[in-house]
């Protein structure tokens, strides 16, 4: 079952702070609060889908290529040619945050870069 306390449902009803790099009328994407990559930026639908099955199985097929399209001119628009994209599903896959959200990865990980902020 959705946990409507889950921090991104805080992002998104704007109780948390966190800088948008990008909304629209059912996205958010966000930079992750400890980023694992040069950028690491998180693109979360506004929907209380749980994960990635329950993001397929629920939502239609022009939200999941608005999604799709969407985090491609993300990444984009952030200067990323070359990235990752994942999307943790369940605890035992590295799911931490209950409300589905993909990451996008770009630029080596670099933990001396990361702990200077940069
Ligand atoms: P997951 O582990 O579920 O795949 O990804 C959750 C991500 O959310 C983690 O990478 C974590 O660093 C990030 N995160 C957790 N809490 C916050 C927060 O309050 N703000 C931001 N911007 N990111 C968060």
Redesign the pocket.
């Given at each position: 079952m959705y946990d409507k306390n889950n921090?991104?449902a805080k992002?998104i009803a704007g109780e948390?702070a966190?800088?948008r790099l990008y909304e629209d009328d059912s996205i958010i994407a966000?930079?992750?609060?400890?980023?694992?990559a040069i950028l690491?930026i998180?693109v979360i639908p506004k929907k209380n889908y749980i994960d990635f099955a329950d993001f397929t199985k629920k939502a239609t097929t022009e939200e999941i290529a608005h999604y799709f399209k969407t985090i491609a001119s993300i990444a984009k628009a952030n200067g990323a040619d070359e990235y990752r994209i994942?999307?943790?599903k369940g605890t035992s896959s590295?799911?931490?945050?209950?409300h589905f959200?993909t990451?996008i990865l770009s630029g080596s990980i670099n933990q001396e870069l990361i702990n200077k902020n940069l």
């Open positions: 921090v991104f992002i948390i966190a800088e966000i930079k992750d609060i400890k980023p694992e690491h998180l994942v999307s943790n590295g799911q931490s945050v209950f959200h990451h």
